[in-house]
């Protein structure tokens, strides 16, 4: 195939409004800056061919099925095999029922980022479906599964769980490893588009580690073989995946492909540390 010409980025209507800094936004500025073309549309009807590079960005856990079957038809598209980012779909770390582990364990929403992405679709649908919404918003968490990636609740082991939870699909349990250090707790994050990567190790009081809770964070120098290993098995060109050493092995727990940054983070310049991935775009556009 001809290499491709132009990069076209799928969005849903509600994404990329000021709070939401997305590092393909940075992405794209540095490719035009190289002469690449980039548009962004909320609409993808038919298949492009091989002169496009089409790079789905939709903030949600699946792709819809509609999206998903123009895309399979598509010449070039990021992420071709990451339809489904559930942690059904990609937890090694799940388990089922109370007597089957018996460690520390993590309750979490089976759609990514605790359903948030969904809930601001439905937003801006409005209609019945939101009226539902609002509705389990005003049931116990164990019920509605509206539970906050910040907020996800840990146990010392699956038989104090809330029967509730095991019962409810949306929910899911988790073997809870942490990496620690002294007091605090670690999170790792590898971040790639193609050959173009990097990692770094955040550090919080926290042990979910969300950002307004580090304290420090650093540029890490290697990628461990066992979560690349992961990438592959997955089918991902473009994301962020946060996992941990616990022992001397990788635990991967979340991954993501549309992921933000922040402008004031503490491993130094994030948008010079996200412009480290523009150059994995070339083999992508058939530029080898």
């Known amino acids: 195939m001809v290499p491709a010409a132009r990069i076209l980025v799928v969005r849903a209507r509600h994404e990329f409004s000021e709070e939401n800094r997305y590092v393909v936004h940075v ?29 789905p960005h939709l903030d949600v856990t699946l792709t819809p099925p509609r999206l998903a079957a123009v895309l399979s038809r598509c010449a070039r598209v990021v992420n071709r095999a990451v339809v489904d980012i559930s942690k059904r779909r990609i937890s090694r770390q799940l388990v089922a029922s109370p007597g089957d582990y018996h460690g520390q364990v993590i309750v979490k929403t089976n759609l990514n980022f605790g359903g948030r992405p969904e809930f601001r679709l439905m937003e801006a649908g409005g209609g019945e479906p939101l009226e539902k919404l609002k509705a ?58 193609g050959s173009s990567e990097f990692n770094t190790r955040a550090l919080s009081p926290d042990p979910r580690v969300k950002s307004g809770e580090v304290v420090s964070r650093e540029v ?10 992961f990438r592959e098995e997955l ?30 983070s503490k491993a130094g310049s994030a948008s010079a540390l996200m412009l480290k991935l523009a150059d994995g775009i070339d083999p992508l556009l058939g530029r080898e």
Not at 30 to 48: C, H, K, N
Not at 137 to 158: C, F, G, H, Q
Not at 163 to 172: E, F, G, I, Q, T
Not at 241 to 257: A, I, K, L
């Open 136 to 193: 389990m918003l005003r049931l116990d968490w164990t019920v509605s599964a509206m539970v906050t990636p910040e907020k996800y609740p840990i146990y010392p082991n699956p038989r104090a769980v809330p029967p509730a939870v095991w019962k409810n699909p949306r929910l899911v349990v988790e073997k809870f490893l942490p990496e620690r250090e002294g007091d605090l707790y670690c999170l790792r994050q590898y971040v790639f588009l």
């Open 235 to 264: 089918g991902f060109d473009y994301g962020k995946f946060d996992y941990v050493m616990h022992g001397d092995q990788p635990v991967v727990f979340d991954v993501n492909r549309t992921f933000s940054y922040n402008p004031d």
């Open 220 to 229: 890490l120098d290697s990628t461990p073989a066992a979560v690349r290993a």
């Open 27 to 55: 992405l794209a500025d540095e490719w035009r800056r190289r002469g690449i073309a980039v548009d962004f549309t909320d609409r993808l009807a038919e298949p492009m061919g091989p002169d496009v590079l089409v790079f």
